[in-house]
């Protein structure tokens, strides 16, 4: 099979820092759009969160083009951050999409003209919905901002584009305004770091925030565990057929009265005791540490990290074992 070898352009050493100057002089010029968009957080911008914190049903994102790539992403955002939300194609709007608005939701269109056509075909029938209007615009006196019951202002002085035409700054500013609302609501409705985890279960945050150390603990027969009378020897055998580099050592009410750990084994090597004749409860780390089944994962793991321990046993309150885990079962839980 003959494959195409990938080939890249020979650039001199002045051709290379001219990309490099355009680069940088895009990141300058879309730096500064954003620095001139904090002086329109004003008045405006406060009631537009007013409208959405009072919305009873969605925020409907409407947008065109690159718009709409942008007031898709807004439209993710405000969901998962707490304020319902999803986006409508104003073109479908038009073709029957318009029924996904309801009297309760709240529209948030965006067009960097204020004219896009698509959007003020529909604009008659959401003010008959009496549904409050929010436009994104950069033009305030264009017609979307003037139908609009809020406008927010996000203009740019210039693209980064050299031509001047393609979306660049424009989006960019556009994409900080809803970002700025999505956060400010957020804080408003008081939405935490659990919500937002719940919201997102298969995510890592989702797994950090919501898996609790029941959720990953071996239990039963696989928790590795030896009585206290028990030989060194036994203990081993005990680790090796269990899997997880430690065992429990019980007290005869079942309570844990010790842990013994590869660690343990390689202190007592240290120390010439002798592996035929010793008890476990002669080598065995007392007072180690231990976790509920209640708490995070994540919390569990921050423990392990701290003190420098690959495995934690499980015990309920009256000390009994009922659990035990180490980082494999943490990393394949996907908390690590």
């Given at each position: 099979m003959v494959t195409q070898a990938t080939t890249m352009k020979v650039l001199d050493s002045d051709e290379a820092e001219k990309l490099r100057q355009l680069g940088l002089a895009v990141i300058r010029t879309e730096g500064?759009?954003?620095?001139?968009?904090?002086?329109?957080?004003?008045?405006?911008?406060?009631?537009?969160?007013?409208?959405l914190l009072a919305c009873e049903g969605r925020i409907v994102v409407l947008g065109m083009g690159k718009s709409g790539h942008i007031g898709s992403k807004i439209a993710a955002t405000l969901a998962s951050t707490g304020s319902p939300a999803f986006f409508v194609h104003p073109g479908e709007a038009s073709?029957?999409?318009?029924?996904?608005?309801?009297?309760?939701?709240?529209?948030?269109?965006?067009?960097?003209?204020?004219?896009?056509?698509?959007?003020?075909?529909?604009?008659?029938?959401?003010?008959?919905l009496h549904v409050p209007l929010i436009a994104m615009t950069g033009n305030p006196a264009s017609t979307l901002a003037r139908s609009?019951?809020?406008?927010?202002?996000?203009?740019?002085?210039?693209?980064?584009?050299?031509?001047?035409?393609?979306?660049?700054?424009?989006?960019?500013?556009?994409?900080?305004?809803?970002?700025?609302?999505?956060?400010?609501?957020?804080?408003?409705?008081?939405?935490?770091?659990?919500?937002?985890?719940?919201?997102h279960p298969g995510g890592r945050l989702g797994r950090r925030l919501l898996l609790l150390v029941r959720d990953i603990?071996?239990?039963?027969?696989?928790?590795?565990?030896?009585?206290?009378?028990?030989?060194?020897?036994?203990?081993?055998?005990?680790?090796?057929?269990?899997?997880?580099?430690?065992?429990?050592?019980?007290?005869?009410e079942r309570r844990l009265a010790g842990?013994?750990?590869?660690?343990?084994?390689?202190?007592?090597?240290?120390?010439?005791?002798?592996?035929?004749?010793?008890?476990?409860?002669?080598?065995?780390?007392?007072n180690g540490k231990t976790v509920t089944p209640d708490i995070l994962a994540a919390e569990a793991l921050r423990l392990m990290e701290e003190n420098k321990i690959n495995g934690l046993m499980v015990i309920d309150?009256?000390?009994?074992?009922?659990?035990?885990?180490?980082?494999?079962?943490?990393?394949?839980?996907?908390?690590?």
């Open positions: 500064e759009a954003i620095q001139e968009l904090q002086a329109r957080v004003g008045d405006a911008f406060v009631d537009a969160c007013r409208y073709h029957g999409d318009l029924g996904m608005i309801t009297p309760k939701d709240v529209v948030l269109a965006i067009s960097n003209s204020g004219e896009t056509e698509e959007i003020l075909t529909i604009l008659p029938i959401i003010k008959r609009a019951d809020i406008n927010l202002d996000v203009s740019v002085r210039q693209e980064a584009c050299p031509l001047g035409l393609a979306p660049t700054s424009s989006t960019t500013v556009t994409l900080v305004m809803g970002d700025a609302l999505a956060v400010s609501l957020l804080e408003a409705r008081g939405f935490t770091a659990e919500d937002f985890a719940r919201s603990m071996h239990s039963g027969e696989a928790i590795p565990a030896v009585p206290v009378t028990a030989t060194l020897g036994e203990a081993l055998v005990e680790m090796t057929k269990k899997g997880l580099g430690m065992t429990a050592v019980l007290d005869g842990i013994f750990t590869d660690g343990d084994l390689r202190r007592a090597l240290d120390r010439n005791v002798d592996l035929r004749h010793a008890r476990v409860a002669d080598v065995m780390t007392r309150e009256h000390q009994a074992v009922v659990g035990a885990f180490n980082m494999h079962d943490l990393l394949r839980a996907g908390v690590v």
